[in-house]
C-alpha cells in the first residue's frame, strides 16, 4: 500500500516562504507523476503543481513564477517551495501521485498539511 507523508506547512506572514515535503513509501520512479493539491475554506481541492516521472512541470496560473515544485528520486521526496506567499495560498495542501496503467488510473493521496498565510 502507497503512504504519501506531508510535512512543512504552517503559519507565515504575507511575501513570506515555506516549504512543503512528500515523502513516499517507496520509489516515486514507479508514479508516472507526483504533485500537490489544495483545498481552501469552503472551497473545492484544486490542482497547484505537479511533475512527471520525466520531470516534465505544470503549475496553476495563480502560482506560476511564485512556486516551485521538485523531486529528490533518491529519498522517494517531492517538494513544493512556496515564496511570495498571498492570504489566498491559505488551504490544506495534499500530495498526490498517479499510477497509470493502460486506460486504469490510481490516484494515492496524504493526509494533508495546512498552510495559513496571515498577518
Known amino acids: 500500500q502507497v503512504q504519501l507523508v506531508e510535512s512543512g506547512g504552517g503559519l507565515v506572514q504575507p511575501g513570506g516562504s515555506l516549504r512543503l515535503s512528500c515523502v513516499a513509501s517507496?520509489?516515486?520512479?514507479?508514479?508516472?507523476?507526483m504533485g500537490w493539491y489544495r483545498q481552501g475554506p469552503g472551497k473545492e481541492r484544486e490542482p497547484v503543481a505537479s511533475?512527471?516521472?520525466?520531470?516534465?512541470?505544470n503549475y496553476a496560473d495563480s502560482v506560476k513564477g511564485r512556486f516551485t515544485i521538485s523531486r529528490d528520486n533518491a529519498n522517494n521526496t517531492v517538494y513544493l517551495q512556496m515564496n511570495s506567499l498571498k492570504p489566498e495560498d491559505t488551504a490544506v495542501y495534499y500530495c498526490?501521485?498517479?499510477?497509470?496503467?493502460?486506460?486504469?488510473?490510481?490516484?494515492?493521496w496524504g493526509q494533508g498539511t495546512q498552510v495559513t498565510v496571515s498577518s
Open positions: 517507496g520509489s516515486i520512479f514507479s508514479f508516472n507523476a
Open positions: 498526490n501521485a498517479r499510477k497509470s496503467i493502460g486506460v486504469l488510473e490510481t490516484n494515492y
Open positions: 511533475i512527471t516521472s520525466g520531470g516534465r512541470r
